[in-house]
């Protein structure tokens, strides 16, 4: 069973940085896509940004040019750089990993258990 375990969460002032990261039980590489969602207190889990196998990278219009995504196989994390946060940005960040097949019931996806990032304003 994968496993996928973030950390780098707490809380931070408005305008201030964090740097979240993913660690996985498997190679990362071996992912077909991997991600950041997030959710905030009595919303729904929302995308963040995304990273594909040839390392394109989507990132939700929220982000507007301040969250970087990026994987480090030399670590074998997932990372998410994020600048100028805002307190909207307050949620339980998730790392998602996912493996796509032919067939959509073979396709896996796995969640880490979250990591709690406060903005304070």
């Known amino acids: 069973q994968v496993q996928l375990v973030e950390s780098g969460g707490g809380l931070v002032q408005s305008g201030g940085s964090l740097r979240l990261s993913c660690t996985s039980s498997?190679?990362?590489?071996?992912?077909?896509?991997m991600g950041w969602y997030r959710q905030a207190p009595g919303m729904g889990r929302e995308l963040v940004a995304s990273i594909g196998s040839s390392g394109s990278a989507n990132y939700a219009d929220f982000v507007e040019g301040r969250f970087t995504i990026s994987r480090d196989k030399a670590k074998n994390t997932l990372e998410l750089q994020m600048n100028s946060l805002k307190s909207e940005d307050t949620a339980v960040y998730y790392c998602?990993?996912?493996?796509?097949?032919?067939?959509?019931?073979?396709?896996?996806?796995?969640w880490g258990q979250g990591t709690q990032v406060t903005v304070s304003s």
């Open positions: 498997a190679r990362i590489f071996n992912f077909d896509v």
């Open positions: 998602h990993g996912g493996t796509r097949a032919l067939s959509p019931k073979y396709d896996r996806n796995y």
